[in-house]
């Protein structure tokens, strides 16, 4: 930069050319001669900001003025320049450096290109006057030429640009534009350019010429810039575009508008993109967020008060097997009745192993259909069928670092079953839709209420995965078996029921807790606990009062007659076809079988298919 360059601040008033002084730090128009208002359309430019004032060619300008800083001095008119009341000028602008090198300065002098051509015009048409009818030739040669090359600059813009005359109808068309939209000029001169390419809006709705800004550039004299509107292609497809319509005038006559116009819709589309991944990141963070604070309550309500209670033999057998088998990666298959705690046998285990900073993954394989089984346990794509609208991992890439819990793992349909085997002995997994394997480190708690044995006899369940899961087998005993922890098991559930209903303690006494002790509980310790729930909410005194199935308040010293477990399964048996009776057969639905028994459809399914129940038994 040169040193201590003198100061232009006093000579921009001689200046015979628009000027200003701007210092490109801030920005800021610091000084500007009366011409540069004039030029500008304003009273004042000093104070301004002069970028605002390039419109859509601020890169432009910036690439200019490090050519002014690199070479001292430079010019340019490929930038477009907007008055202060929203015309467009077209000038030549020239630079240099100016101020000190603590407080450099940009010295800009403008040429207004419409005003050089006019006075051009003007004394090439007084000469050729003098001149005669060779120098008259020579003009018509001459402006042949410009219209020429201005056809040429026009063909050469990136932008779209076309104009209309005061009736509506195309005057020119350059390159680009017939590019962008298809028309020919042929199809677009002499014809409504807006009913051919503006006529209606992305929605279907008719786009009439008296709303379109275009028009009103000319009819109200008006400029009009706009960033999200649609012109139609001649095949048919939109594109979404920015344009500014500027009005045309010949000698202070309005007789049209020009249009430059830019094809956004990549640019809009990419934001569109942009925004739904957004949206898509703050749903996931709320969800996130939602899932981990329902995992704290879980944690500090639930599973605080759901230990593995009881002090009978088979209790403390199973208390050591977790012991032994959380330490490691071992699989496990936990069997058992239902409502013996197979769940909380598997969160016990989770919790006491190396993976217990993640969260257990816990998948009811009877609770998906068979259909979606697949998705849910290796995820998919978008697109992968009809309603995959976005990517979704399943439960094993979900597990990947901790536990797998399988609840009901007998429900896994025979076909899922071998590409379940093989994602955890390769220890990838490949989404629905997706060719890229992804690597897994899942350890597997399978529980399900069926002797797998005999579903592998059966045919229902894969060998190989009962041995690639039964590595350490877990028995959770009935608590029909284990009539010492009722006790325990009762004050345990009472206190949670009362908790939760906010009501008084009320006393168990010894007669209940008899006919508690006394009762064969085929539901196990889901059923005790929904009747000592049942038992808070009818009890209004300070004892607590249970009701059994029978529904009749039971008392002490009347228990329940000892059933062997034929003569139970019998029972079942029995109840099932009664049902399957009742519902004419029919098994889900809110009026079928597995409805009333309050069971899942394909849990009631495939116990039918064991028992080997056929339509011939209920009718």
């Excluded at 009366?34 to 004032?53: I, K």
């Excluded at 000038?91 to 051009?120: N, V």
Aim: glycine share 8%; charged share 25%; proline share 5%.
């Amino acid at each position: 930069m040169p040193q201590d360059l003198p100061s232009p601040d006093s000579l921009l008033a001689l200046a015979p050319v628009p000027a200003l002084l701007l210092d490109p730090a801030r920005d800021e128009i610091v000084e500007a001669n009366a011409a540069a208002c004039t030029l500008f359309e304003t009273g004042t430019l000093v104070g301004r900001r002069f970028l605002p004032l390039t419109g859509l060619d601020k890169a432009r300008f910036l690439v200019f003025a490090d050519e002014i800083a690199h070479r001292s001095s430079a010019w340019s008119r490929d930038i477009s320049l907007k008055g202060c009341a929203g015309g467009v000028l077209a000038c030549e602008i020239r630079g240099q450096i100016a101020g000190t090198p603590q407080a450099p300065r940009l010295l800009l002098s403008f040429i207004d290109l419409a005003e050089m051509e006019r006075r051009t015009a003007q004394a090439e048409a007084a000469r050729l006057q003098r001149a005669g009818i060779h120098e008259w030739q020579r003009a018509q040669g001459f402006f042949s030429e410009l219209e020429r090359q201005n056809q040429l600059i026009l063909n050469a813009a990136g932008e779209g640009i076309y104009g209309v005359n005061a009736d509506g109808k195309t005057t020119f068309v350059n390159r680009a534009a017939q590019e962008m939209l298809g028309w020919s000029a042929e199809d677009l001169l002499g014809e409504d350019i807006h009913a051919r390419i503006h006529h209606h809006h992305l929605n279907g709705e008719v786009y009439p010429s008296r709303d379109c800004p275009i028009y009103r550039s000319f009819r109200y004299e008006q400029v009009n810039r706009i960033e999200d509107e649609v012109f139609w292609r001649k095949d048919g497809r939109p594109i979404r575009v920015e344009y500014v319509s500027t009005p045309i005038y010949d000698q202070k006559i309005l007789v049209g508008a020009v249009v430059i116009f830019r094809d956004i819709t990549e640019r809009w589309e990419a934001e569109r993109r942009l925004r739904e991944a957004l949206a898509e990141v703050a749903d996931l963070r709320d969800r996130l967020e939602q899932e981990n604070a329902y995992l704290q309550e879980e944690i500090t309500s639930e599973r605080a008060h759901h230990d593995i209670i009881g002090t009978s033999p088979p209790v403390r057998h199973l208390l050591a097997q977790i012991a032994l088998v959380a330490g490691t990666d071992t699989n496990v298959v936990i069997t058992g009745e239902p409502g013996t705690g197979k769940a909380l046998v598997a969160s016990a285990i989770h919790g006491q192993s190396g993976r217990r900073r993640r969260p257990l993954v816990h998948f009811r394989c009877g609770a998906v259909s068979p259909e979606m089984i697949e998705s849910e346990l290796f995820g998919h794509m978008r697109g992968a069928f009809a309603s995959a609208l976005r990517d979704k991992p399943g439960k094993l890439e979900l597990a990947h670092g901790s536990t797998l819990f399988l609840d009901d793992v007998a429900e896994i349909p025979l076909e899922q079953q071998g590409r379940l085997l093989n994602a955890l002995t390769e220890r990838s997994i490949t989404r629905m839709g997706d060719s890229r394997a992804r690597d897994i480190d899942v350890r597997v708690i399978a529980a399900t209420d069926r002797d797998l044995q005999r579903e592998v006899a059966a045919g229902r369940f894969r060998e190989d995965l009962y041995f690639y899961l039964n590595v350490f087998p877990i028995f959770c005993t009935p608590l029909r078996d284990r009539p010492t922890d009722i006790p325990l098991l009762a004050t345990h559930l009472l206190r949670i029921a009362c908790k939760k209903l906010n009501r008084p303690e009320p006393v168990i006494t010894k007669g209940t807790m008899q006919t508690l002790c006394a009762y064969p509980w085929p539901g196990n310790v889901r059923e005790l606990g929904n009747v000592i729930e049942r038992g808070a909410i009818v009890s209004t005194g300070h004892k607590l009062i249970v009701e059994m199935q029978s529904g009749v308040p039971a008392r002490a010293g009347t228990a329940a007659p000892i059933l062997t477990e034929a003569e139970i399964e019998e029972m079942r048996v029995a109840n099932l076809i009664a049902c399957l009776r009742e519902t004419g057969g029919k098994v889900s639905g809110p009026d079928g079988a597995a409805a009333l028994l309050g069971m899942r459809p394909t849990t009631l399914y495939s116990r039918i298919k064991a028992l080997g129940l056929t339509e011939a038994a209920w009718r």
